[in-house]
């Protein structure tokens, strides 16, 4: 009878440390994203995928700042209350909203915090030095090859003579990539016409201020536009004004073309790296990463809406044609 109450006794001791030791795997990441659209929401997917396939259990605390930077800086005060095992800051202005926070926050200075879909790490003040980020940040950069995408529009207009360009003046990343545009339009002799948004709902009025300065329009990884997309393409398809992308994921949404990479991907990247952090690398001498592999995509029903006749070569080169 004894052996028996012992043996009982020893399994549930046994059922007891198994549920604790399955409950000290598992993960809390909190998330601070900067707004919702396709391209950082795949960011999101291809992470939590990427971490689930590892094995790892995960507790997401997701947050949205509705493209808000105040709502940002409030989102990652909240964080700091949550303790976290690690955080995902998707787009630069919720990664400057984390990195000041925790400079505020001693708590929080030994807490891994990821990066992804941030443009500019070392014009943002994120880290100090790409390969050796110096603190508890690093993370996955999209970094866009300017000199790639105006190419791509100039075999598209080989005319071309101005383009204009929206963004959010506010957004650190958008004024790093438009000085890297302005530097390839120079050279190229081509005017740059510039129309700055401080919020989505000045998407609109601000892409009908391009209508008779441009030839066309590129939208760089800007998330105050990409995030109002929708309503720039009305403006270029009402007034035959080409549009142009640099992430792949606005093409379905009117872009006549894009060359970029997967956003999907660059969260899965950025989920291998947290695999590597939780199983005790140090976001301090772990390097910041870059996707090389871009893919062109050709939106054939918005080329025909705005007057684009599209080169059988670069028909032939996509890796994706919508019809």
């Known amino acids: 009878m004894m052996n028996r109450f012992v043996l009982s006794a020893c399994l549930v001791l046994l059922f007891g440390m198994s549920v604790s030791a399955g409950a000290e795997q598992a993960k809390v990441v909190s998330v601070n994203q900067f707004v919702e659209h396709p391209a950082l929401d795949s960011v999101l997917r291809g992470f939590q995928d990427q971490l689930r396939e590892e094995g790892f259990q995960v507790d997401y605390r997701v947050h949205n700042a509705q493209a808000n930077m105040a709502t940002a800086n409030l989102i990652a005060q909240q964080i700091v209350g949550e303790r976290p095992d690690l955080v995902l800051a998707i787009a630069t202005p919720s990664a400057q ?76 990343n958008s004024r790093a990539l438009v000085d890297l545009l302005k530097a390839e339009t120079d050279k190229a002799g081509i005017k740059l016409e510039e129309a700055t948004v401080a919020r989505s709902s ?25 995030s109002a ?30 060359l970029g990479f997967d956003y999907y991907e660059h969260g899965r990247q950025a989920g291998a790296m947290a695999g590597r952090i939780f199983r005790g690398a140090d976001p301090a001498s772990t390097p910041v990463e870059t996707q090389q592999e871009l893919e062109l995509h050709i939106n054939l029903p918005a080329a025909q809406a705005m007057g684009v006749t599209i080169p059988q070569a670069l028909l032939d080169r996509a890796g994706k044609i919508l019809e």
């Open 202 to 226: 000045d998407v609109f009025q601000a892409s009908r201020s391009l209508v008779g300065r441009a030839q066309a329009v590129y939208v760089p990884t800007d998330n105050t536009v990409v």
């Open 229 to 258: 997309f929708e309503a720039l393409a009305k403006v270029c398809q009402d007034n035959k004004l080409p549009l142009y992308a640099a992430d792949v994921d606005s093409v379905p949404r009117g872009a006549v073309a894009a």
């Open 97 to 172: 909203a984390m990195a000041q926070t925790v400079k505020k926050n001693p708590s929080m200075q030994k807490t891994p915090i990821l990066f992804s879909a941030v443009t500019d790490p070392l014009g943002a003040g994120l880290v100090k030095d790409l390969q050796n980020p110096g603190e508890n940040i690093t993370g996955t950069s999209d970094l866009t090859p300017m000199d790639q995408h105006l190419a791509l529009i100039r075999e598209f207009h080989p005319e071309l003579t101005s383009l204009g360009v929206i963004y959010n003046s506010g957004e650190a």
